[in-house]
């Protein structure tokens, strides 16, 4: 039995609700196993690419690399923060009337910047498409942004070219941006909205919208972390010699080779911690288990890793994950207790400013995180140095410690200031306990 006639490509503009029925059927096909003419092979290519990530055609909401408040701080010390208000004056439509939304991603699909009507951004937040959110193929499965990453030019996408349902009601074009210096996508231009918002012009008003972006980006000057970010992309055969991380506070980075802070998402953050305390490494399902528990899926453990690698290079190794040999793994908190073996108590205390990766609700990190906490504790309780108990009693992890304000109280006395400072920390202590 031959295939039906594909759909007519003539009725994406003249008739787009009509093309997008026929559309869906020639989807269905597809996904039961019989591919439609209507999908270039490139498309039916990204799709078994997105279905091997996990991708769940019927029903799949984005991976959140950042909450949306954490992407817009992203977003204002992102580089393309100088041209977005150019290309919102050229392509967005903000009024009550505005159907279509105007979005730039950074080099990897996550959602930086979104601008639109009200309605426009509320019916993109049904389909989770916000701040923060991972538009590549590895996020969300095909779509227009991760075409344009992956093929590097631009990209149209019409209701079920996209591989998930949900997505069917809507229209994407995307086009990839260029540092006009290295060459090095930086990241996407894309304009999304309903099927039938979507003209002959979508297309190249995107790729005038890139060459705007491009231009201004070229009159700016090349910029001293466009090499560094470029080096260490997932293509690159260029490994670190030395990885820190900074995971002490709520905003964990990673460093190659003393190089600028790369900001990384809690979930990354937690499974680098993981593979720093293990020497041996773990498999995608035992940290599945360990980070997600009985419902955790090694999908989602491979889909982080590549993350990792995009944005670090080839400084993790699979089978099991496990840090590349030769590279030097150190972090803020290992020099937290090295000055604590070495007998420095001062700068330990200097260097812990925050407990570990205090954001994090993960059972494990919270036995490391509880560890470091108390190792600094015993170490200042057995010191009998009333001025390194007074300065971990101010801190907020030392806060807490009744053992540690009993001891600094013996050492002093009524009318030295640290003592009345004691005290009444462990009378609010009281208080808040007896509450």
Not at 110 to 135: K, P, Y
Not at 397 to 412: F, K, Q, V
């Amino acid at each position: 039995m031959g295939h039906a006639l594909a759909p007519d490509p003539g009725l994406r503009f003249s008739s787009p609700l009509e093309y997008a029925m026929t559309l869906r059927s020639a989807w269905e096909a597809t996904l039961a196993g019989s591919p439609d003419p209507a999908f270039s092979p490139s498309l039916l290519e990204s799709w078994r690419r997105s279905l091997a990530l996990g991708i769940n055609p019927e029903q799949h909401s984005p991976l959140h690399l950042h909450d949306v408040s954490e992407a817009r701080t992203l977003g204002a010390e992102h580089r393309l923060a100088s041209v977005v208000p150019a290309l919102s004056q050229l392509l967005a439509d903000e009024s009550a009337a505005g159907r279509h939304l105007l979005i730039v991603t950074d080099h990897q699909g996550e959602v930086l910047w979104r601008v639109g009507s009200g309605s426009a951004l509320r019916q993109a937040d049904s389909l989770e498409f916000v701040e923060g959110a991972d538009w590549s193929e590895s996020g969300i499965g095909t779509n227009a942004i991760s075409e344009a990453l992956i093929s590097g030019r631009p990209a149209q996408l019409f209701s079920s070219e996209h591989l998930v349902r949900t997505h069917h009601d809507w229209a994407c074009t995307a086009g990839p941006i260029r540092d006009p210096f290295s060459g090095k996508i930086v990241g996407v231009l894309d304009v999304s909205g309903p099927i039938d918002s979507m003209t002959r012009d979508s297309l190249r008003m995107v790729r005038c919208g890139v060459r705007l972006a491009e231009e201004l980006l070229r009159s700016a000057g090349p910029t001293a972390d466009a090499a560094p970010r470029a080096a260490v992309g997932l293509s690159s055969p260029y490994t670190a010699s030395t990885l820190f991380l900074r995971l002490l506070g709520d905003k964990p980075t990673a460093e190659l080779d003393g190089g600028r802070g790369v900001p990384i998402t809690l979930r990354r953050a937690e499974i680098l911690a993981l593979l720093a305390s293990r020497t041996q490494g773990w498999s995608a399902e035992e940290l599945a288990y360990q980070l997600h528990g009985e419902d955790g899926a090694a999908a989602t453990i491979r889909t982080e890793m590549h993350r990792i690698r995009s944005v670090l290079g080839a400084v993790v190794e699979p089978n099991p994950y496990r840090f590349t040999a030769g590279v030097r793994v150190v972090s803020d908190a290992d020099e937290v207790a090295a000055y604590l073996r070495a007998g420095r108590l001062g700068e330990a205390l200097a260097a812990y400013p925050a407990r570990l990766l205090n954001r994090s609700t993960n059972l494990t990190v919270e036995l490391m995180r509880d560890e470091l906490n108390e190792a600094v504790a015993a170490s200042v309780r057995s010191s009998g140095d009333a001025e390194m108990m007074s300065r971990w009693c101010a801190s907020d992890m030392g806060s807490g410690d009744i053992a540690a304000a009993a001891a600094l109280a013996r050492l002093t006395g009524p009318g030295d200031a640290r003592f009345q400072l004691v005290r009444s920390r462990m009378e609010r202590i009281d208080r808040e306990l007896r509450a």
